[in-house]
């Protein structure tokens, strides 16, 4: 059964205002929280591969790449400069020595779980402020919103 026009206009109209709601919410949130964490801010290519790395520890660097969707020469310098600045550290596999998984260090660990906690604060914060129908609606969009995430990017799990 063909989809109607205006299922078609709907979602092109929530296809625009979350192409345009999403970033403004993420850099709302990062300056909120910039303002509050007590130590430098990591350029968006390290924190993305240093909550990637939190996430799914062990990770390859190569795995790393395509998660990240860059080209492994890239990442490996992110991993490089992470592991100047002491947040990342690689582990030779066992088996082939040409392989490094990657880990996060202590301080890695610690920065990060302050910066979430920071960021679930501003936005619980912010949720107090809505309507029990704004929250229920956004609470009932989550699973819809991880969905969409998979279907954008295949490999965020």
Do not use: Y
Not at 45 to 57: K, S
Not at 59 to 69: C, G, H, M, N, Y
Not at 128 to 143: F, I, K, N, Q, R
């Amino acid at each position: 059964m063909p989809a109607s026009s205006a299922s078609f206009q709907d979602t092109d109209r929530v296809a625009s205002v979350l192409v345009a709601i999403l970033p403004a919410l993420n850099r709302a949130l990062e300056r909120q929280v910039a303002r509050e964490f007590s130590h430098p801010r990591l350029p968006e290519g390290q924190l993305a591969l240093l909550w990637l790395v939190e996430e799914r520890e062990g990770i390859t660097v190569r795995e790393a790449a395509d998660a990240l969707l860059m080209k492994p020469n890239n990442a490996s310098a992110l991993v490089s400069q992470l592991t100047e600045l002491g947040l990342l550290e690689r582990r030779q596999d066992t088996v082939d020595k040409r392989v490094a998984h990657l880990h996060p260090t202590a301080t890695a660990r610690q920065r990060l779980a302050e910066a979430q906690q920071l960021k679930e604060a501003h936005v619980a914060r912010a949720l107090c402020a809505l309507t029990d129908g704004e929250l229920g609606a956004l609470g009932a969009a989550t699973g819809a919103l991880t969905s969409l995430t998979r279907h954008l990017h295949p490999t965020a799990d």
